[in-house]
């Protein structure tokens, strides 16, 4: 029987050691430094088909990156070689490929159905059908006013307390699929620990009509349970301290903090320790999206996910949507020297997408230790930054364009608009392919002024869509993830972990009680001693 890829031994060759990688190595050095965008496609006149590619409802166009038919042999190889199959099987399969928390990464069984065999034997999978069904019962009788607030008032509006994943998924999709929200149904969102969300929030809301959900796995994430404390003593305030268990439900597996709380049994959606905070909205954190848009939507979400696994698992590696896009990220990080990528979507209701892969692209391999412990050789994440469409235009495209920085753009493009007119959409799909074409081919004359030169030769991707749907979205997110996981894998690195977050939170810990009385601060960095100092007298 073959050895669980989990019970391998890491290579003690690092991935810059294999012969594919030195082989990009050399065709970088020999043929792709120098080589412009422009001339590629006058060697093929067919390129802008064979560099394409389509999955699902997605159509990827890779024509404007410096990637030859040779560049995607050797990232093929580069793939076998870093055992990128037996990776993705290891992952479906459920075994523990998050070595350093010991547990299985199993978003996938979220939007599974039984045939596709994700996790199977692992503790929790097969009662993610029941979580589900859980869930939409809850949201048909919110929907139906068989639940209502305590008043008897029918609950309209949802505020999302959470935190990371817990916010960024919930919060990017309800932006995402506006269209899509369920009559009076209305999204809000409380993260910051500040209070002033909340604060905002509250004087916009009738408490009768409001339900909190709190997003926690353990029910005790500072910014999420100071927020919902806060939430709670303005529900007792407004309606009495009864109100609490039909204002408040929770996503969250700690009881004995949900009994202290005040969370009605019957309204506790549990997830598994397999679930990570970024990769969290397909479970019962995606609670929010559902109330607000309604189940039937919320599953089209989960499909369009599964099509990519599908996607993702099946297909040949140079024919691989999130293969393709990870190797194309690593060629330009180690290869190019880019330390940044932009994601620009030209749908507005897309505007938090690129914050959404922030943090599922920098919290996931912005890591500089391999998985046995060893440093890494070379860059490993990528910075990762964007902004919707027009807007980016007349903000930050003057670097793209005339800047000293190599930057790869992915270009997010819906074909047809989703609820707005038709007529405005084909404006931003005019200047959503107008970028993309200055970026590559630039603009210079004779006797033209050298600051309005356009130097050209900026790569960038395009993937087109037919519309912003939950079918469409679903399967956008799941090519990130996989995406961000294949580098992972390339890398030698953990994708699944965050150990750099919980630093931080621990002194912030220990920090908070100082901030009223700086004497009390136990710490040694003398910086962090006179600020205190200074916020207490600033008072």
């Known amino acids: 029987m073959a050895k669980a890829y989990t019970e391998r031994t890491l290579s003690a060759r690092y991935p810059t050691d294999l012969k594919a990688w030195q082989g990009l190595k050399a065709h970088y050095r020999e043929e792709m430094r120098t080589r412009e965008l422009d001339a590629l496609f006058a060697r093929d006149k067919q390129r802008a088909d064979r560099f394409s590619l389509e999955a699902a409802d997605l159509l990827l166009d890779y024509s404007k990156t410096h990637v030859s038919a040779r560049t995607r042999q050797l990232f093929a190889h580069l793939a076998r070689q870093t055992s990128v199959p037996a990776a993705i099987e290891a992952m479906f399969a459920g075994e523990r490929i998050n070595r350093t928390e010991d547990r299985s990464v199993l978003h996938v069984a979220l939007r599974s159905t039984p045939a596709d065999k994700a996790g199977d034997g692992v503790d929790g999978v097969s009662d993610v059908g029941d979580v589900l069904s859980s869930i939409e019962a809850y949201v048909d009788a919110v929907h139906a006013g068989r639940v209502t607030g305590s008043t008897g008032k029918r609950l309209t509006n949802i505020v999302n307390i959470g935190i990371g994943g817990s916010d960024l998924g919930p919060v990017m999709a309800a932006r995402a699929l506006r269209p899509y929200w369920q009559g009076d149904m209305r999204f809000h969102s409380v993260s910051n620990v500040d209070g002033t969300q909340l604060a905002d929030i509250k004087a916009t809301l009738d408490p009768a009509t409001t339900l909190f959900i709190v997003c926690s796995k353990t029910f005790t994430t500072l910014e999420t349970m100071t927020n919902a404390h806060a939430a709670r003593k303005w529900v007792i305030e407004q309606l009495g301290e009864d109100a609490v268990q039909q204002h408040f439900v929770a996503a969250s597996t700690n009881h004995e903090a949900m009994n202290d709380f005040g969370i009605h049994p019957d309204f506790r959606f549990g997830f598994w320790d397999w679930v990570g905070g970024r990769y969290s909205l397909w479970s019962a954190v995606g609670l929010s999206l559902a109330l607000v848009m309604g189940m039937q939507s919320f599953r089209r979400l989960l499909d369009g996910g599964r099509q990519m696994d599908r996607h993702f698992r099946a297909a040949p590696l140079d024919e691989n949507m999130p293969v393709l896009m990870a190797m194309i990220a690593i060629w330009y990080n180690n290869f190019f020297g880019a330390e940044t990528q932009a994601i620009l979507p030209y749908d507005n209701r897309l505007e938090r997408f690129p914050a959404y892969l922030q943090q599922l692209q920098m919290e996931s391999n912005g890591k500089s230790v391999r998985v046995d412990g060893k440093p890494v050789k070379g860059n490993t994440g990528m910075v990762i930054w964007g902004e919707a469409g027009n807007n980016a235009q007349h903000s930050f495209y003057q670097l793209l364009h005339q800047g000293t920085r190599l930057i790869p753009v992915d270009f997010l493009l819906p074909a047809r608009s989703s609820g707005a007119d038709q007529a405005q959409q084909d404006l931003a799909i005019a200047n959503c392919l107008a970028q993309s ?64 977050v919980e630093l931080g939170k621990k002194l912030a810990t220990r920090i908070a009680g100082a901030v009223s009385d700086p004497s009390s601060y136990s710490g040694s960095n003398r910086s962090t001693r006179r600020l205190l100092e200074e916020t207490k007298a600033r008072r």
């Not at 995406?483 to 992972?488: D, L, Y």
Request: glycine share 10%; aromatic share 12%.
């Open 437 to 500: 074409e200055a970026l590559m081919d630039g603009f210079d004359e004779p006797g033209l002024e050298p600051y309005r030169v356009h130097r050209g030769n900026n790569p960038s991707c395009t993937i087109l869509f037919d519309e912003l749907r939950p079918e469409t979205l679903g399967q956008l997110i799941a090519l990130y993830e996989h995406k961000v996981f294949v580098e992972g894998v390339v890398w030698g690195i953990n994708s699944f972990d965050q150990w750099g």
